[in-house]
């Protein structure tokens, strides 16, 4: 194995100049330089794949987004429709969900967008603001609130359609 001293690219020992900016490589690594770039290799690759990424939107998120979306059209529909027999306090809940199942849907399917709005506030207190990671806490938050949204949702949805078949 050769490592290239200029991008320090690891190759294999049939180069003779780096395939990523075609400097020229020198000698190969000794056993124990070669176990050593291994180890830091393995040990990258370890915090890559367990590391908490607040803008990675999985399929989960994608489906949990679609899930919010569909409620908020449904209640959309029943909220427009008079609700039925649900009462002031079902047209109400309806009223406050259309909207936070359509916002949280959009949280989970573009992340970016809260967290530049919460960046928002740091812009004068905080030197650097665009440095700013988020925290494991509103790692968490974005991804429960959106779950039990969904989950209080559809119990709403479920709780109208049985007032509406009675």
Same mark, same amino acid.
């Given at each position: 194995?050769?490592?290239?001293?200029?991008?320090?690219? #690891?190759?294999? *020992?049939?180069?003779?100049?780096?395939? =990523?900016? !075609?400097?020229? #490589?020198?000698?190969?690594?000794? *056993?124990?330089?070669?176990?050593?770039?291994?180890?830091?290799?393995?040990?990258?690759?370890?915090? /890559?794949?367990?590391?908490? !990424?607040?803008?990675?939107?999985?399929?989960? !998120?994608?489906?949990?987004?679609?899930l919010l979306i569909i409620g908020a059209v449904l209640s959309l529909i029943f909220r427009i429709s008079g609700g039925g027999?649900?009462? =002031?306090?079902?047209?109400? /809940?309806?009223?406050?969900?259309?909207? /936070?199942?359509?916002?949280?849907?959009? =949280?989970?399917?573009?992340?970016?967008?809260?967290?530049? #709005?919460?960046?928002?506030?740091?812009?004068?207190?905080?030197?650097?603001? =665009? !440095?700013?990671?988020p925290s494991d806490l509103m790692i968490y938050i974005r991804r429960i609130f959106p779950y039990s949204t969904v989950i209080?949702? +559809?119990? #709403? /949805?479920? +709780?109208?359609?049985?007032?509406?078949?009675?």
């Amino acid at each position: 194995m050769k490592k290239c001293k200029h991008c320090g690219a #690891l190759q294999g *020992n049939e180069h003779s100049n780096c395939i =990523d900016c !075609d400097a020229r #490589l020198g000698a190969p690594l000794t *056993n124990a330089e070669e176990v050593e770039e291994e180890r830091k290799v393995t040990e990258k690759m370890t915090k /890559l794949s367990n590391k908490k !990424d607040y803008f990675y939107v999985n399929r989960i !998120d994608k489906t949990v987004a679609a899930l919010l979306i569909i409620g908020a059209v449904l209640s959309l529909i029943f909220r427009i429709s008079g609700g039925g027999n649900v009462g =002031d306090a079902g047209r109400i /809940l309806l009223s406050f969900a259309i909207p /936070l199942m359509a916002i949280e849907a959009i =949280d989970l399917l573009f992340p970016w967008i809260s967290w530049e #709005l919460y960046k928002i506030k740091f812009i004068f207190s905080v030197e650097n603001a =665009d !440095d700013l990671q988020p925290s494991d806490l509103m790692i968490y938050i974005r991804r429960i609130f959106p779950y039990s949204t969904v989950i209080s949702g +559809y119990v #709403l /949805l479920i +709780y109208i359609i049985v007032k509406l078949l009675q």
